[in-house]
């Protein structure tokens, strides 16, 4: 596997970093594709908490690539049902006055550029992403995230590398970190990973079936107008959860896969800002609650 593909899909936060960098690596995951030509993926999620009907669909295709640079386009798509109950909101909101109970949708549209180089004779990459976001209410913000990472130590079983990652148009109180990666191969069939706002222990018993243990760090957004007058015109809800899980993944046939997720979500932090700025308007109450999570991907 090439270098650059591996730092690609192998960055994650220090862990216990704040829930707003967490949201910046998953999102990084999530549209940093520009791997394979083309990525299209699915997957619909129930949570037993406020959280409940989530569906989510991507897709990303690489339109330039030469010896150091690449160019992909992406979008993504969800729809978030939520469900507080009175008093789960601070100072004083209720989730019925301000329509932030319901469905709500958000997108996201956007190219990511990579560049793979050497540095002090090691691999090292740069990422750039550029994201226009929109909800039902039409165009919301643009946001972006500038990453580098250098790979310290990058063999046949193991790759390490840390680097800065800084966000921008952000609501984040902390807009710029430390992130790294790490995946070791002990064989054939067990092997550890950091990556992409996940930790995993994985075990492949076949070429076609694979079972994980681990955790991920989980975030639903999306915008909202809440028609009160001590609330922007419009608002950012955030929930970022920790989530302890166990995961399975069968290969179908060709390039295309099955993912089964369960487990629970542990808040993090869940908010609401305004479309700008990092100040906040009201917290949220949420329990420790199970999740089930099914999809289907297909790469080409």
């Avoid at 050497?118 to 994201?131: E, H, I, R, S």
């Avoid at 994985?202 to 975030?219: K, R």
């Avoid at 609330?231 to 166990?246: I, V």
């Avoid at 305004?274 to 297909?298: M, R, T, W």
Wanted: glycine share 8%; aromatic share 14%; with cysteine.
């Amino acid at each position: 596997m090439k270098f650059s593909l591996i730092i690609l899909t192998c960055i994650v936060l220090l862990p216990f970093l704040s829930s707003a960098q967490s949201q910046a690596t998953v999102n990084m995951s999530e549209g940093g594709y520009g791997m394979l030509k083309t990525s299209i993926s699915a997957d619909y999620e129930y949570g037993w908490g406020a959280t409940e009907d989530c569906f989510a669909a991507k897709i990303s295709y690489e339109f330039f690539r030469n010896k150091n640079f690449t160019i992909t386009a992406n979008s993504r798509y969800t729809s978030t049902e939520i469900s507080f109950g009175d008093g789960d909101l601070s100072n004083g909101f209720d989730p019925e006055n301000i329509d932030l109970n319901g469905t709500h949708i958000f997108g996201q549209t956007g190219v990511t550029s990579t560049f793979h180089s050497k540095l002090w004779g090691k691999p090292f990459m740069a990422l750039g992403m550029a994201n226009a976001e929109w909800s039902r209410g039409g165009f919301a913000r643009v946001s972006g995230i500038a990453m580098g990472i250098l790979m310290l130590r990058a063999n046949k079983s193991t790759q390490f590398g840390i680097g800065p990652l800084v966000m921008i148009n952000t609501s984040s109180k902390i807009p710029a970190f430390l992130v790294f990666m790490y995946r070791h191969r002990f064989d054939n069939k067990w092997s550890i990973n950091l990556y992409g706002g996940m930790f995993n222990i994985n075990y492949a018993p076949t070429a076609n079936n694979l079972f994980s243990l681990g955790a991920d760090i989980d975030v639903k957004a999306f915008y909202f107008k809440p028609h009160n007058k001590s609330l922007p015109d419009k608002c950012r809800f955030t929930s970022t959860s920790f989530r302890p899980l166990t995961k399975f993944r069968r290969h179908l046939i060709s390039n295309f896969y099955f993912d089964l997720k369960c487990g629970v979500s542990i808040k993090m932090s869940c908010r609401a800002n305004g479309v700008a700025g990092s100040k906040e308007y009201f917290d949220c109450h949420q329990k420790i609650s199970p999740f089930l999570n099914a999809g289907v991907s297909c790469t080409m």
